[in-house]
T-cell receptor, first 117, second 110 residues
Framework: GAVVSQHPSWVICKSGTSVKIECRSL??????MFWYRQFPKQSLMLMAT?????????EQGVEKDKFLINHASLTLSTLTVTSAHPEDSSFYIC?????????????FGDGTRLSIL | RKEVEQDPGPFNVPEGATVAFNCTYS??????FFWYRQDCRKEPKLLMS???SGNEDGRFTAQLNRASQYISLLIRDSKLSDSATYLC???????????FGRGTSLIVHP
């Protein structure tokens, strides 16, 4: 159980393109999902907390107008990287928590490798 | 002081060795603790939760020391397949919000 699916797994786009990444909880409901970014040989960086039915909470230094998050249902959150540039190239990973209390671990999607040319 | 600190390593050990990692956290209100492993260019996968009384899963043992604010992971009889980065994750008290350590790199060689 607790499977999280992320799509697409790999994106290569031209600079200026907007890219949407989907994160789905397949067999559970997730009020809260998280979006991370990881650059090569660096640690995971939390970008934002996605809350179903309300605005996302962004971490300091993350531009909310650049990284649009929508969490319209209990099983789907989307991250849109608007007008992507080469410096946005990274590994983007989502995670979700089963809504059974704060001692629950996160379950991660497979990640999306974004390359902007 | 960082919220969650780990020795980045790498820890380079032979097959069959026992290796231990520590992770310290700064927020005394933290309540939930986890170890994840991350393989190169892959997403993190949950290895085990860490309980107050300590817990074991096969060759892996996790322990929590609230007084000193650290958690540990012990791997016995290391396998080549254990080579990965091990991430310590601490949830803030009363919250799902996770804080990740930078990870400890383990290399098990023949």
């Amino acid at each position: 159980g607790a499977v999280v699916s992320q799509h697409p797994s790999w994106v290569i786009c031209k600079s200026g393109t907007s890219v949407k990444i989907e994160c789905r909880s397949l067999d559970f409901q997730a009020t809260t999902m998280f979006w991370y970014r990881q650059f090569p040989k660096q640690s995971l960086m939390l970008m934002a907390t996605s809350n179903e039915g309300s605005k996302a909470t962004y971490e300091q230094g993350v531009e909310k107008d650049k990284f649009l998050i929508n969490h319209a249902s209990l099983t789907l959150s989307t991250l849109t990287v608007t007008s992507a540039h080469p410096e946005d190239s990274s590994f983007y990973i989502c995670s979700a928590v089963v809504d059974r209390g704060y001692n629950q671990p996160q379950h991660f999607g497979d990640g999306t490798r974004l390359s902007i040319l | 002081r960082k919220e969650v600190e780990q020795d980045p390593g790498p820890f380079n050990v032979p097959e069959g060795a026992t290796v231990a990692f520590n992770c310290t956290y700064s927020n005394s209100a933290s309540q939930s603790f986890f170890w994840y492993r991350q393989d190169c260019r892959k997403e993190p996968k949950l290895l085990m939760s860490v309980y107050s009384s300590g817990n074991e899963d096969g060759r892996f043992t996790a322990q929590l020391n609230r007084a000193s604010q650290y958690i540990s992971l012990l791997i016995r009889d290391s396998k080549l397949s254990d080579s990965a980065t091990y991430l310590c994750v601490v949830n803030k008290g009363g919250s799902y919000i996770p804080t990740f350590g930078r990870g400890t790199s383990l290399i098990v060689h023949p």
